[in-house]
């Protein structure tokens, strides 16, 4: 059984921050890039960041550098986005995503979505 799942989302107030986790079952998180996507209402999915399979290579979108942070731990074949200083227009559902490398153009699994609301 093949399976990513999104948690750690939630909300809060501007400023704050939040740790999502991706959680992978059926397969080795390892051999995948992971992508961390966004889609806030009315507007179209964003690639936020993505963390290479082979050497560790980190990529953000530039409205999240220097606030979010990309990881994986292997060992539990997990992949985490810290966000830090976040803002209102952070808000979104948040989607983890399985990738031959970080510039294919398909993904292989998705996780179902977390929530994440920035709002005082």
């Known amino acids: 059984q093949v399976q990513l799942v999104e948690s750690g989302g939630g909300l809060v107030q501007p400023g704050g921050s939040l740790r999502l986790s991706c959680a992978a079952s059926?397969?080795?998180?390892?051999?995948?890039?992971i992508g961390w996507f966004r889609q806030a209402p009315g507007k179209e999915r964003e690639g936020v960041s993505c963390i290479s399979n082979t050497d560790g290579s980190t990529y953000y979108l530039d409205s999240v550098k220097g606030r979010f942070t990309i990881s994986r731990d292997n060992a539990k074949n997990t992949v985490y986005l810290q966000m830090n200083s976040l803002k209102p227009e952070d808000t979104a559902v948040y989607y983890c995503?399985?990738?031959?490398?970080?510039?294919?153009?398909?993904?292989?699994?998705w996780g179902q979505g977390t929530q994440v609301t920035v709002s005082s």
């Open positions: 059926g397969f080795n998180l390892e051999d995948y890039a």
């Open positions: 995503a399985a990738r031959s490398n970080c510039w294919s153009y398909e993904s292989d699994y």
